[in-house]
């Protein structure tokens, strides 16, 4: 149970005066459904004002804080702006400037006579002084010199913001200390409290920004601390496979060296009665599924059952398909079962659960519902590990005894955000790719060309190639210029006809299994599709993507579409189309992306990019561990958190000690409770 101090922090936003279904609305777009998400919505920079009594043209180009009096008013007519003349103590006059809106709301603002502190940018136009747009102060309220700058969603203000911000502020109590006094000292860090309030007020404050990021990397190195102490103390089964069915297993080619390192990893903590929690990290086509085929066949051959736990539908069956093909002619059954599975078909899968007859299953969330029943689940193998957390493995212990784990990511992750995701896990790296598999060939196409590549499919398709063809949203939006996958597909329709498919987020899972099943068969040419074919689609016959709005992605999301293609023999092709204005980050990243195929290259890299003022996106980058630390912080701080959080467990007396109650309470803050689960199940 979530310690009471914290009761305040955890209540929902609406709790915050002002804060009603209206304004709940844009806040949960920002991911602030609680106080304690709204405390932790750190500003990303700062305005700095000069307060000013006078205007001078020195200050042109700067952001001034003056009073000034309006004296009269200059509506606009057309596209002119209303102009509203002021002046200082002194009588320098300045314009402020309003663009659009009625003449009206300028003069409800800044009545005649009626002094006013205004702050804005202060600009030189000819010989005139004018600012345009200006921010006005709330009456009573002095105007800032240094004000956050928060991110926002359509209906929020940074000022509203902040106010709310305020108020979340004014719910954090004072905690215990967490942090061993020695280490705090050294590092001159303010109290947790304290370092919350000072980077809102200031957000260039390094120091209360580092003890934020410190306090969530150890609460999480904690943790997973908690999470590998109670997994080696757990006693499973040791997994002896005989080879018996691996030895009948005829690959087409010869396993890279990474792959059987992998296998020998695997095989090496499957014979330990402690049950292995292992991460099998590799790029894009590195071998991944046929390292846990291997070790779900060891498995099977110790008398045991296996399961591949995946997020999504597609993934699922996908992984159902390819082995039911690696493992043909095997002596064994595979089963699958989703969410979609009813009636008979699901009343068959659980028995043969229930009696052993199935001895691999695969599939969604399902699998571990509490009316699946296994005879004997010994190793379970869980995809794209990193949407999935502590809690959800904590289901793993109530389907069988304790079985071991092995889980998969096909995103390259940096060493140091492998140590901070995963710390508690054993590390195999497919760091090779099969023989035979050609680099995918890379090129940046400006949007103004589309024709040319709408062309250049019309060539490929006549060749008897397929496509897919990528777009960010399902439908058109009057606020995005994004293209829309459905207008696109039908554009490209009405240019090649009926074999033209599409696939979103928002279609049943029969139609898009249908949809996928007909690309699949070569009855489709190309497949417009949203993200959803991220991962999970396996067409070897498809040797060309086109990755629209390719600016406007992070790196390892690309690197991943682009992975969609290049799984048969010969050349394969990726076009990025890029807008024809770009940032010097997206610049790089697709420069990146032309340069190189290495997914672990790209990871270095993207992690480099971010690092250098980008947010970490979410929905570019997989699941983000950290929300208070940024990357750049994480390399100077992981090492020092993993040792603290062992200082804590060898010296003070682990969770039960003084500090150890107080390090409860961050776990409970940084929503990393599961470590606690751990220890009072354990």
């Known amino acids: 149970m979530r310690p009471e101090i914290l009761n305040h922090l955890f209540a929902e936003v609406t709790a915050l005066k002002g804060v009603g279904a209206a304004l709940a609305k844009p806040l949960d777009r920002l991911g602030l459904s609680r106080v304690v998400d709204v405390a932790f919505h750190l500003p990303t920079g700062h305005v700095d004002r000069l307060p000013r009594t006078e205007l001078m043209t020195s200050d042109a180009g700067r952001i001034i804080a003056i009073t000034l009096t309006p004296q009269s008013y200059r509506e606009g007519?057309?596209?002119?702006?209303?102009?509203?003349?002021?002046?200082d103590r002194e009588g320098?006059?300045?314009?402020?400037?309003?663009?659009?809106?009625?003449?009206?709301?300028?003069?409800?603002?800044l009545p005649l006579g009626e002094p006013?502190?205004?702050?804005?940018?202060?600009?030189?136009?000819?010989?005139?002084?004018?600012?345009?747009?200006?921010e006005l102060a709330e009456p009573g309220e002095p105007m800032r010199e240094r004000e956050p700058i928060y991110p926002l969603s359509e209906g929020m203000t940074s000022r509203r913001l902040a106010g709310f911000v305020e108020q979340a502020l004014a719910r954090a109590p004072d905690l215990p200390e967490w942090i061993d006094a020695g280490l705090k000292a050294k590092r001159e860090w303010p109290d947790w409290r304290d370092a919350l309030v000072r980077i809102h007020a200031d957000p260039a404050d390094a120091k209360a920004r580092e003890r934020l990021a410190y306090d969530e990397v150890f609460a999480n190195q904690l943790a997973m601390t908690l999470v590998r102490a109670d997994t080696r103390k757990r006693r499973g089964r040791a997994l002896l496979g005989d080879g018996r069915l691996r030895d009948q297993l005829r690959l087409p080619y010869t396993p890279t060296g990474a792959q059987s390192r992998a296998v020998a990893e695997i095989e090496g903590d499957l014979r330990q009665e402690a049950p292995m929690l292992r991460l099998l990290q590799g790029d894009v086509g590195s071998g991944k599924t046929l390292v846990a085929a291997m070790a779900l066949l060891v498995a099977v051959e110790a008398g045991a059952q296996g399961a591949m736990l995946a997020p999504t539908e597609i993934l699922a069956r996908q992984h159902y398909e390819s082995l039911r093909r690696l493992l043909a002619g095997l002596p064994i059954t595979i089963g699958v079962l989703t969410g979609r599975d009813k009636g008979k078909v699901r009343e068959a899968t659980l028995m043969g659960l229930a009696d052993g007859s199935i001895d691999i299953l695969v599939g969604t969330h399902a699998i571990f519902q509490e009316a699946v029943a296994y005879r004997d689940l010994a190793l379970v193998v869980v995809d794209e590990q990193h949407r999935f957390g502590v809690a959800q493995r904590l289901l793993l212990q109530e389907k069988g005894r304790s079985p071991h784990l092995l889980a998969m990511t096909a995103t390259p992750i940096p060493r140091t955000l492998t140590l901070a995701q995963y710390g508690e896990m054993d590390v195999s790296r497919l760091d090779e790719m099969p023989p035979g598999r050609e680099p995918i060939e890379t090129r940046v196409v400006s949007e103004d060309r589309?024709?040319?590549?709408?062309?250049?499919?019309?060539?490929?398709?006549?060749?008897?190639?397929?496509?897919?063809?990528?777009?960010?949203?399902?439908?058109?939006?009057e606020k995005s210029d994004l293209a829309a996958a459905e207008a696109r597909a039908e554009s490209l329709s009405a240019r090649f006809g009926e074999r033209i498919g599409v696939v979103h987020g928002r279609m049943k899972p029969a139609e898009k299994d249908a949809v996928m099943?007909?690309?699949?068969?070569?009855r489709l040419s190309v497949l417009v599709a949203t993200t959803v074919i991220e991962v999970g689609v396996d067409v070897p016959n498809a040797t060309l993507i086109v990755i629209e709005h390719a600016d406007r992605f992070g790196l390892a999301q690309l690197h991943q579409l682009r992975g969609r293609v290049g799984r048969g023999g010969g050349l394969s092709r990726c076009l990025l189309l890029r807008g024809s204005s770009l940032s010097e980050t997206s610049r790089a990243r697709l420069?990146?992306?032309?340069?190189?195929?290495?997914?672990?290259?790209?990871?270095?890299?993207?992690?480099?990019?971010?690092g250098g003022g980008e947010m970490l996106g979410t929905r570019q980058s997989g699941d983000a561990a950290f929300r208070l630390a940024p990357p750049e912080l994480l390399p100077d701080l992981l090492q020092c958190a993993q040792d603290d959080a062992r200082l804590l467990i060898d010296r003070d007396g682990g969770l039960h000690g003084a500090r150890g109650q107080a390090a409860r309470i961050a776990l409970y803050l940084f929503e990393r409770e599961a470590g606690v689960a751990l220890l009072r199940s354990g």
């Open 77 to 87: 007519n057309g596209r002119a702006p209303t102009r509203v003349m002021a002046i």
């Open 92 to 109: 320098n006059v300045v314009a402020l400037v309003y663009f659009g809106g009625h003449p009206g709301w300028a003069k409800k603002l």
């Open 116 to 134: 006013k502190q205004v702050s804005g940018r202060l600009d030189q136009y000819g010989q005139d002084l004018q600012i345009v747009h200006p």
């Open 450 to 477: 589309l024709d040319e590549v709408v062309n250049a499919i019309g060539r490929h398709i006549a060749d008897g190639g397929q496509a897919y063809w990528v777009c960010p949203l399902v439908e058109e939006s």
């Open 517 to 522: 099943e007909a690309f699949s068969a070569n």
């Open 591 to 610: 420069a990146l992306m032309r340069e190189t195929n290495d997914g672990f290259r790209i990871a270095e890299e993207d992690l480099r990019l971010r």
